[in-house]
Structures are given as structure tokens and as C-alpha cells.
């Protein structure tokens, strides 16, 4: 099976999720939930978790692995934000009133943030709503399989400050696989977190790409003690 059907299979898998609970969302672990969402201000956003053949960066893993030449793509955001300033992410943003459904959302911001050509894009399909409850918002992720790669860049640096392609086989060895921990007064928050060339990816994505990997049986164990603290201000968690 070629990793663009085991993509559309895990879609597929999920699918059934949403038509059995139309209303369902992933919730975040609950070692990460720093307060709870409110439905009924939650807007909505979609991100563009696109899946490609590795550029010419070759991954830096030793370890042998079935997808030593996949890569993904993400954006840093830019340190001036407001929300989630600094983090890693995948492209992606609010759905806006004219965009036609959250896909478009996807590739639109996507587009905005990396100058990627969508035309080069096949959308593969959406994965359950996930909550982000910190900033309270409701995720669409949308994969997308790159089957013909642009170049991307960053757009507009007041968005972002890096746009860089993380290959598959580093964010599977288990050596870049940390926890991510937050301390918050009285409590410890904690959830699984990637350390990669390009940057350290933790909160909201590191916990839809873990799940990801999981459901695809792709995986490899590690060692969840492995902890690293995050520092951040009340309101800044991802």
C-alpha cells in the first residue's frame, strides 16, 4: 500500500467517527487542557497537514525506515503574534465567511502563508474537528498529499518567520521524540512534543501529528519520560 492510500484509509477510518456523532470533536488530552472550550464562542479554523515526497534535505535519522522520503510541511509563527507567537504549525488559520467550506480555508491560508501552488495539491480529505480550547477554537485538520511540490517561502513576516518541510523518518525516531511540560501554578500539564531540524513542535500540532502517526501504526516507541520544559505565558499554551 502506497503511503497516499494509507493516508486515504485513515481518513476513511475516522470518517465513520463523525457519521456516527455529526457534533463530535477531538477533545486534547487531559493532561493538556488548560481550560475548558465554550461551544458557543468557539470559532472556526482548518489547517493543511500536507504530506509530500522529501525535498532535496535529506532527513538526518539513521534509523532504516519505510518513509525515509516523505516530508511535511510547517510554518513558524511569527514572534509579534499575538496567539500562539513563536510556535510551530501547520499552515492553516480562521475560516473566513467567504471561503466555500474549511478545505478551501486550508489551502487558501496555506497558500497566503507559504506561496505554495495549490494546483500541485490533492486534497486527500478531513480528519474529525479537533478543539483548541486555550484559544477556543474548533480545528478542521485537512490532509493534503503534494504531488507535485512548489517552492515555499515565508509570505509575509509578520505571519511567519520560517517555512520548512520536516522529513517523516525524523519526526518518527524516537531520539526527536520528546514530553513537552507546562507548569501552571499549582498543576502540570503535558503532552508528546517533536524535537527536529527546523523546530520544536509541541501543544495543539505536536498532539493532531502524534495522533496521526498512531492511527497510521507508524509510530515507533519511545521514551515518554523524556521531558521538556515549556516556558509560557498564562493565555500563550497551545
Known amino acids: 500500500m502506497s503511503v497516499r492510500e494509507e493516508l486515504l484509509a485513515m481518513i476513511q477510518r475516522k470518517a465513520h467517527l463523525v457519521d456516527a456523532d455529526p457534533e463530535a470533536a477531538t477533545k486534547m488530552p487531559e493532561s493538556w487542557v488548560f481550560n475548558q472550550l465554550d461551544p458557543y ?13 522529501l525535498d532535496d534535505i535529506p532527513a538526518t535519522s539513521n ?32 475560516i473566513d465567511p467567504e471561503d466555500k467550506d474549511a478545505i478551501a480555508a486550508a ?8 506561496g505554495l501552488d495549490p494546483a500541485g495539491v490533492e486534497i486527500l480529505g478531513v480528519l474529525p474537528d479537533a478543539e483548541l480550547p486555550v484559544t477556543n477554537f474548533i480545528v478542521t485538520p485537512v490532509i493534503g498529499w ?15 518567520s520560517t ?12 531520539s526527536n521524540r520528546v514530553t513537552s511540560v507546562v ?6 500539564f503535558s503532552a508528546p512534543a517533536f524535537d527536529v531540524e527546523g523546530g520544536f513542535i ?23 519520560s523524556r521531558e521538556v520544559p515549556i516556558e509560557v505565558a498564562p493565555g500563550k499554551s497551545s
Open 41 to 53: 464562542k468557539a470559532k472556526s479554523a482548518a489547517v493543511l497537514i500536507l504530506f509530500g515526497r
Open 63 to 94: 534509523l532504516p525506515s519505510v518513509h525515509e522520503d516523505l516530508d511535511v510541511l510547517f510554518v513558524t509563527r511569527a514572534n509579534t503574534l499575538r496567539k500562539h507567537a513563536g510556535q510551530v504549525a501547520f499552515p492553516g488559520g480562521k
Open 107 to 114: 489551502v487558501r491560508e496555506a497558500q497566503e502563508e507559504t
Open 146 to 160: 503534494w504531488h507535485a511540490p512548489s517552492d515555499v517561502f515565508v509570505v509575509d513576516v509578520a505571519e511567519s
Open 163 to 174: 517555512v520548512f518541510r520536516a522529513p517523516v523518518a525524523d519526526l518518527l525516531d524516537p
Open 183 to 188: 507548569e501552571r501554578t499549582d498543576s502540570t
Open 202 to 224: 509541541w501543544g495543539f500540532t505536536a498532539i493532531v501529528l502524534d495522533r496521526i502517526f498512531n492511527d497510521l501504526g507508524w509510530t515507533v516507541p519511545w521514551d515518554q
